[in-house]
């Protein structure tokens, strides 16, 4: 069955720092993959999709890769700021209709 | 996007019992999803619900434990029947941005059960 795989260790990284996270999948093989940010009490809000054609995409300080080969995406935040910690949540898609399965976040702490 | 409002936000309930979670949405979409996200997991998808047709429930999950009313293309509730503390869960319904391509959420149900 298909399975998606997230540090579920909390992450901590100090201020100014690179946060890297990552979201491995095995037994199938997206054509899109989207990473969310979640708050506590709050729901998941969209950050970036990455296409498997696309190797990396950028937005502001994040920056995502997307290795097919590795079946692994990694999620990068440039310069992170305290007001990053969140748990990032990846959720690989088959195609632009397939229904959105998550992995279980990763939770990033960013020490002052 | 979409402004989701999602109602209660969190409520306590007595085992055996039933609630109801309303979900409002801004705009008119073919599709709402109701997901279920128990503590220290991720977001399961419960069902699909399209305006006018029985909704889609997924692996595990049945209509006489959560039925899903879906009567036009801004609403949807989400019942949990017969709770039991097993339910105790944050239940979030979301929907599809115009391209497909991500989901806008509501803020939540944090669900309590005694």
């Known amino acids: 069955s298909q399975k998606i795989e997230q540090n579920s260790e909390a992450l901590n990284i100090q201020e100014g720092k690179t946060a890297t996270l990552t979201c491995n999948y095995t037994?199938?093989?997206?054509?899109?993959l989207q990473w969310y940010r979640q708050d506590p009490g709050r729901g998941p809000v969209f950050l970036l999709l990455i296409r498997e054609n696309e190797k990396e995409k950028r937005k502001e300080r994040l920056k995502v890769t997307f290795d097919t080969t590795l079946k692994q995406s990694l999620f990068h935040i440039t310069a992170s700021q305290p007001a990053d910690s969140a748990t990032y949540l990846c959720a690989p898609l088959l195609n632009r209709d397939d229904k959105i399965i998550f992995g279980k976040g990763t939770r990033l702490h960013i020490l002052p | 996007s979409a402004v989701i409002s999602q109602k209660p936000s969190r409520d306590i309930c007595q085992r055996g019992t039933s609630l109801t979670i309303q979900c409002q949405v801004d705009s008119q979409v073919t599709m709402m999803f109701w997901y279920r996200q128990q503590p220290g997991q991720s977001l399961t998808l419960i069902a699909t619900a399209n305006q006018g047709s029985e909704a889609t429930y997924e692996s595990g999950f049945v209509i006489d434990k959560f039925p899903i009313s879906r009567p036009n293309l801004t609403f949807s509730t989400l019942t949990v029947s017969n709770m039991s503390p097993e339910d105790s869960s944050i239940y979030l319904c979301?929907?599809?941005?115009?391209?497909?391509?991500?989901?806008?959420f509501g803020s939540g149900t944090q669900l309590s059960v005694l």
């Open positions: 037994n199938y093989s997206p054509a899109y």
């Open positions: 979301s929907v599809e941005g115009p391209t497909n391509e991500k989901l806008f």
